[in-house]
């Protein structure tokens, strides 16, 4: 049987930060690039869509905290009277929670999510910003090691939480912050603040190649499109995989458009441009995502939406159609 997850046994539940509403603003687009989408991820089609459609208010739900009692982490599992949470793949193909040799602790407050341990997208726009909220209740920790832009970021936004892998909490807070609501939003903004490190210098835009990386999403002419915005309309073009998280954020804070291929590497862009920025977003027709729409909509910035031609292997974005959407921007 599947056991329920930990917040189901808290012994405390409390609302951190109220419900709102966020405007889904229309994507700027093609007409005929919502009707090339036959594939998409985290969503059924018709909700994606419905989502670069937009038009419409969006309830998000409140923040919520709950206090756990005697809880064990272990391989990245928590345990609490019967309940569990993952938050990462158990390197074991077991359990033997009660075999390990835990570390003692009073109280923790935990804000890392299965999710941002996957993703780095959702790390930097989800788990940075729940951090606050366990910096407020007090001792964060998380299972996460600060390696590569991670322990850039970590150490611009003074996240300074206990890291450990195998413990034993008396008293441990957790966080449902899956929302958009207007608490997360002005934490969204403070984050903003704290990256950047000097005066800003507004420019046209910054293009962030994906390349290979991560799942697959191949734009077999990312390069060429990239050059060619950098010619034509003054882009700086940016590869995060083998750029500082310093250099990153500089050719970010001052953009008026974001672009490149859809993925957690336009992160690095979404929570850095200004308030006025463009997010243009491209896309395989095979898999559509409107995960980075939630942010931009969240913060009130625009959305820009290219849907390529081809499959997740291989597609390509005409020129021209990117530029006639940078047009609408």
Not at 162 to 169: K, L
Not at 174 to 181: A, K, L, R
Not at 305 to 326: C, H, M, P
């Amino acid at each position: 049987r599947t056991p329920p997850d930990v917040a189901a046994v808290a012994v405390h539940r409390w609302e951190v930060a109220s419900a709102s509403k966020v405007e889904v603003r229309p994507a700027k687009r093609l007409p005929q690039h919502l009707d090339r989408i036959r594939g998409a991820e985290f969503a059924t089609i018709a909700q994606v869509v419905r989502d670069f459609v937009g038009g419409f208010e969006s309830a998000q739900p409140p923040t919520v905290a709950y206090r756990l009692k005697n809880v064990l982490l272990h391989d990245g599992v928590l345990y609490a009277e019967g309940a569990v949470r993952h938050l990462r793949h158990r390197t074991s193909s077991r359990y033997f929670p009660a075999a390990l040799n835990a570390q003692e602790h009073a109280c923790g407050s935990l804000f890392e999510s299965s999710l941002g341990n996957r993703w780095f997208g959702n790390w930097l726009s989800d788990d940075c910003l729940s951090y606050r909220l366990a910096e407020e209740i007090g001792s964060p920790f998380t299972t996460d090691q600060p390696t590569g832009h991670k322990g850039d970021y970590a150490e611009r936004l003074a996240i300074l939480p206990d890291r450990v892998t195998s413990a034993w909490f008396h008293e441990l807070t957790i966080f449902d912050d899956c929302t958009h609501n207007e608490h997360k939003r002005a934490r969204a903004d403070d984050m903003r603040r704290r990256l950047i490190a000097g005066p800003v210098r507004r420019h046209p835009g910054t293009f962030l190649l994906r390349g290979r990386t991560g799942e697959s999403r191949v734009l077999l002419n990312e390069r060429a499109i990239a050059e060619h915005l950098a010619s034509k309309r003054g882009f700086t073009i940016i590869d995060p995989s083998t750029t500082s998280v310093d250099d990153i954020v500089q050719a970010c804070v001052g953009a008026q458009v974001i672009a490149g291929v859809e993925g957690s590497h336009l992160v690095h862009g979404l929570v850095a441009m200004p308030q006025n920025a463009c997010a243009l977003v491209i896309q395989p027709p095979t898999r559509a995502v409107s995960a980075l729409k939630l942010l931009t909509d969240r913060q009130g910035q625009d959305y820009a939406l290219v849907v390529g031609e081809g499959n997740n292997d291989g597609f390509i974005a005409a020129v021209d159609e990117v530029e006639r959407t940078l047009d609408l921007v």
